[in-house]
Structure formats: structure tokens, C-alpha cells
């Protein structure tokens, strides 16, 4: 997804029966209906990325971010 493009999450996958990372995005807002959007890319390999929920930015990895799923907003 390019940067600043918004976004609306469909949901968080569980990778694991018992996921911790999931659910951790999910505490954190990564829930259905919120909308998302990249701000910026690490330097090497794109990782961290930089990614807002609201008003609220966080840092995650590729691995973890591969756990949102999410359709573009029209």
C-alpha cells in the first residue's frame, strides 16, 4: 500500500492459535472499521513502517503489520 493512502481495516489475523501479537494490535486499535494509513518506511527493506490509526502512530514491523488486513477507502 503506498503511503498516506487510506485505508479501512477488515480485520487482524491470528497466525497462532493463541496470538499474542494479534491481540495486542487489537488492544491497541486495530480493530474492524477503523481506518489506516502508512506514513513512512524504514530505510532498510521498509522496515519498520510507520503506521496510524486515528490520531495515534505506531511502529511495527512487516511481520506484524502482515497481520492486518485491510481494503482501500473510496
Do not use: N, W
Not at 514491523?61 to 488486513?69: D, G, L, M, P, S
Amino acid at each position: 500500500m503506498p503511503p498516506f493512502t487510506p485505508a479501512i481495516i477488515e480485520h487482524v489475523e491470528d497466525v497462532l492459535t493463541i496470538d499474542p501479537i494479534a491481540k495486542r494490535l487489537r488492544e491497541l486499535g486495530f480493530v474492524q472499521g477503523e481506518e489506516v494509513s502508512i506514513v513512512a518506511r524504514g530505510p532498510i527493506s521498509a522496515d519498520p513502517l510507520m503506521i496510524q490509526v486515528g490520531f495515534t502512530r505506531f511502529a511495527l514491523r512487516r511481520a506484524e503489520a502482515q497481520r492486518v488486513h485491510v481494503h482501500t477507502a473510496s
